[in-house]
């Protein structure tokens, strides 16, 4: 599978690299394309657009490294963040002040995006992951943004040793050095193409798939400011329009790549708790049937014991209906009154508590909310007839006006305000899945008056 998905990307990339290789000879045989336009409002803009496709691209990695910890993403979202600051600090705001043909600038947008490049190009080669990832988040996010105001000091501090663009008989003499400069930003784009190439190859991650496509377009891009460098903030050339392609490209994939990771970590999640809603309730149920058929062959009297079968066979039935009421998409009320009323009655068996159960037929619960709510009342009233030494208990779900409400109450002995819960682990337990839900739960309770357990779900 993996093989098939490297043969379709090469095929595409083959494709896309034949036209664009293709659109350049056609550019260098053709000399009266080769020209700079001044639209410095143009130019503004596309240089607004790049800066907020490169933040976002910055943002978007930022989030996927907070989800998986990847130094990948790490040296993604500081490259791009670099990238993003130098459109922003050398040319939009200089073209704002009307400073846009400042040579400072002009190196210092050079220097900024090849640093910023040279992050992202380096990114397909890291491995591993990263332990403490807000701190290195924040810290990479904090060198960043330092490192493109020390470009700044520096081109400022070299301002009169950088080599000047002088015009000639309306052409520019364009100096060695920022031939230079464009080469290595180009050989910085080859590097990233063949990296995320090679990346996709190796673990065929749809990432890697758009940051290949969009760096091969950067990468020609930069083929054309070698022939036609930009000597001035306003200057416009062909090469602008790959470039804004490069980066439209760059932000379709870091979003489909943050959306599956989404997806991928909801269905983790997903899978966790179908898990321990297996242990905590069917498995218990499966456990007894076990049990008692066991005692059956150790020779137990059939007359008590399969009774009692019958019973956990059962409850383990109405667990696994339940179950899949949880998954379900569709809401449905009398699943989780069967379910509750169930337990009621398998708890209340022996006659060692009454417990009194009121439901709201109005109330609307979804799935995820009816399974955590049982659980948490299920978890209340064993607590009840454990450790309150109650005789009587009252479980009532329904509404009110800030929002619906289900409480767990008793008439135990109850407990001191500032003495710990006899419940323990198992409140800790409820008020996970209470507010895994979006619910807050509240316990009051007295020496001698009982214990109330009250959860509010608003919305």
């Not at 130098?86 to 009307?98: E, N, R, T």
């Not at 810290?139 to 081109?155: M, Q, T």
Request: net charge neutral; aromatic share 8%; charged share 20%.
């Amino acid at each position: 599978m993996r093989h098939e998905r490297f043969e379709r990307f090469l095929w595409h990339f083959v494709l896309l690299f034949a036209l664009l290789a293709a659109s350049l000879v056609l550019f260098l045989s053709q000399p009266d394309l080769q020209k700079r336009y001044s639209l410095p409002e143009l130019k503004l803009v596309l240089a607004t657009v790049f800066m907020v496709a490169g933040a976002l691209v910055a943002v978007l990695s930022a989030n996927r490294f907070s989800l998986e910890g990847r130094r990948y993403d790490l040296f993604l979202c500081c490259g791009f963040l670099i990238d993003a600051a130098s459109w922003l600090g050398f040319y939009v705001l200089p073209a704002v002040v009307h400073r846009a043909d400042d040579r400072v600038a002009l190196w210092a947008a050079i220097a900024g995006r090849m640093l910023g490049w040279a992050l992202i190009a380096s990114a397909p080669f890291t491995h591993g992951r990263v332990r403490h990832r807000r701190f290195a988040l924040s810290n990479g996010i904090a060198v960043s943004l330092l490192s493109v105001f020390v470009v700044w000091v520096a081109c400022g501090s070299l301002r009169h040793a950088l080599p000047n663009v002088e015009s000639a008989g309306g052409g520019a003499t364009i100096p060695a050095a920022l031939t230079s400069a464009l080469a290595a930003g180009a050989l910085l784009h080859l590097l990233a193409v063949v990296g995320f190439a090679n990346r996709f190859r190796l673990r065929a991650d749809d990432l890697d798939y758009w940051l290949a496509l969009g760096a091969t377009l950067t990468l020609f891009a930069s083929l054309h400011f070698i022939f036609t460098p930009l000597t001035s903030a306003g200057d416009v050339s062909q090469g602008d329009y790959p470039r804004l392609l490069g980066y439209g490209v760059l932000l379709v994939g870091v979003w489909r790549a943050i959306r599956w990771s989404e997806f991928a970590r909801a269905v983790a999640e997903e899978r966790a708790r179908v898990a321990r809603e297996i242990h905590d309730g069917l498995a218990q149920y499966l456990f007894a049937i076990s049990t008692h058929a066991s005692l059956l062959e150790a020779g137990a009297d059939p007359a008590r014991t399969i009774p009692r079968l019958k019973g956990a066979a059962q409850a383990a039935q109405q667990e696994a209906r339940f179950a899949i009421l949880a998954l379900s998409s569709a809401a449905g009320r009398a699943p989780f009154d069967a379910a509750l009323r169930r337990y009621v009655d398998v708890l209340t068996a022996d006659g060692g508590l009454e417990v009194d159960l009121e439901i709201d037929r109005e109330i609307d619960l979804r799935p995820d909310e009816q399974i955590e709510l049982f659980r948490i009342v299920q978890e209340g009233l064993a607590n009840v007839r454990k450790h309150a030494g109650a005789r009587r208990a009252w479980v009532t779900i329904g509404a009110r006006p800030d929002g619906r409400v289900v409480t767990v109450r008793d008439d135990g002995s109850g407990f001191a305000s500032d003495e710990a819960s006899p419940a323990g682990q198992g409140l800790v337990n409820m008020r996970e899945r209470a507010a895994a839900i979006g619910g807050d739960l509240t316990l009051r309770s007295s020496p001698g008056a009982g214990t109330a357990l009250e959860i509010l779900l608003r919305g």
